[in-house]
Each structure stands twice: as C-alpha cells, then as structure tokens.
C-alpha cells in the first residue's frame, strides 16, 4: 500500500539558511499534519491542513510557514534556521480532518550547522 | 490541556519475556482517541493501535495486547514472548475531540529486546 512520502529524507543546512520540507499524503487523504521531534524527544505538533486551509496550529515558530497544495501535498519552509531546529520532521496523513488514524511519513532529518 | 505520562523511560528484557508499556493520559473531554506508534531505530513512526474512549474493550493482535481502563487513565500496551525486533521507541498519544486534530505524545519508552 502507498506510504507518506517526504523529501528529503536527509537536510543540512547552515545557520540563517532557509529550507524547505516535502510531503506527499496517501492518495485521498486530504488532511496533512507536521510534527517536530528533537534528539531523545517525542513528536510536537506544528501544524495542520484539511482541503488546503489551515485547520490546526500548534508550536510552530514564526520563522515556519507550510501550505498545502491543490494536488494535497504539503511543504514546510523554515527560514533563519537555528541550531535548536536540528529534528527529525515528521508529515502524517489521514483520510479527513475527522478522521482517527494519521499515518506517518518516514521523516526529514534536518541537520543545522 | 491534555497530557500522556510514560513513566518508563527504558525497558530491557531477554527474549521470549512478556513485557508492559505503560500509559496515562490527562483529559477534561469524555470524547478521546488513544494511539500506540512504534518507532524502530530507522526512525520512522509505524501505527499500532487505536482506542476511542467510549470502548473499554481489551484488544489482543498477535504477540500484542492493550488494556484500556478509563477508571486509572491507562491504556497499557503488552508484548508476549518478546523478540529482536520489538527493541524500538514507543509513544502512547492521545487525540482530543474538542481540543484539535493534533496528536499528543507521550514522552516514549525505550524498549531493548536482548537475544
């Protein structure tokens, strides 16, 4: 069965570089969510989409935006990347806003020196 | 506010041992959503389980099995006869009806399955 796909798996960047995260849901599933892990830490909530629009905000810092696209796949773009932003990115998708179980994508793991 | 507490932060067992992950979980709402997700070590994030409050009914897959008791906010998550392969992270999380989409994890439990 067809996963989360994100690109890239693997990101490093400089300090005040910017970035940007892909992610492409399971087919018809219209609801994306991004999730930030640091080292030894559980997954946070950044932010959410459902049809395109906005549906949940969590902590995502200022210097982070993310859309989603008509075809549904999402983009996270961080910019003035900090060292403390060195995490594993998570993007997981469900069938709806409603819907129960969000199935997670691989990851990004985003390196800032 | 919601909050899910793994006490455990590190479990080691020998193979072929039975093994329980704990779970509590803090929430005002009468209408939630409880997740078990394994994290092997190559990082991704693998769905184990689902179980909404309003069914209390103790679920068995295979080696795996979940006690879910609203009375103590637990939901509980056991592997019988334990193998190689069940060594990950694993993350208890809560979704709330009323409070967003967004899941809230647990801080995990490091389980390490020893041959």
């Known amino acids: 069965a067809a996963g989360v796909i994100q690109s890239p798996r693997h990101l490093i960047k400089e300090k005040r570089e910017t970035a940007t995260l892909k992610c492409y849901p399971i087919?018809?599933?219209?609801?994306v969510y991004w999730y930030q892990q640091g080292p030894g830490q559980d997954p946070q909530f950044l932010i959410s989409f459902y049809e395109k629009m906005q549906s949940d905000k969590g902590s995502i810092p200022d210097r982070f935006s993310a859309q989603q696209f008509s075809d549904y796949h999402s983009e996270l773009n961080m910019s003035s990347l900090e060292l403390g932003d060195s995490a594993l990115y998570f993007c997981a998708s469900s069938r709806d806003v409603g819907a129960y179980e969000q199935y997670f994508g691989p990851g990004t793991r985003l390196t800032v020196t | 506010a919601q909050k899910v507490t793994q006490a455990q932060t590190e479990i080691s067992v020998v193979e072929k041992e039975d093994v329980t992950l704990d779970c509590v979980y803090e929430?005002?709402?009468?209408?939630?959503?409880l997740f078990w997700y394994k994290q092997p070590p190559s990082g991704e994030l693998v769905f184990l389980i689902r179980r909404n409050s309003f069914d209390e009914q103790n679920e068995i897959s295979g080696r795996y099995s979940w006690n879910f008791q609203k009375s103590t906010s637990s939901f509980n998550f056991t592997i019988t006869a334990s193998q190689v392969v069940d060594s990950a992270v694993y993350f208890c999380?809560?979704?709330?009806?009323?409070?967003?989409?967004?899941?809230?994890f647990g801080g995990g439990t490091r389980l390490m399955v020893k041959p």
């Open positions: 087919p018809r599933h219209d609801t």
């Open positions: 929430t005002r709402d009468t209408t939630y959503y």
């Open positions: 999380a809560l979704k709330v009806n009323n409070a967003g989409n967004m899941l809230t």
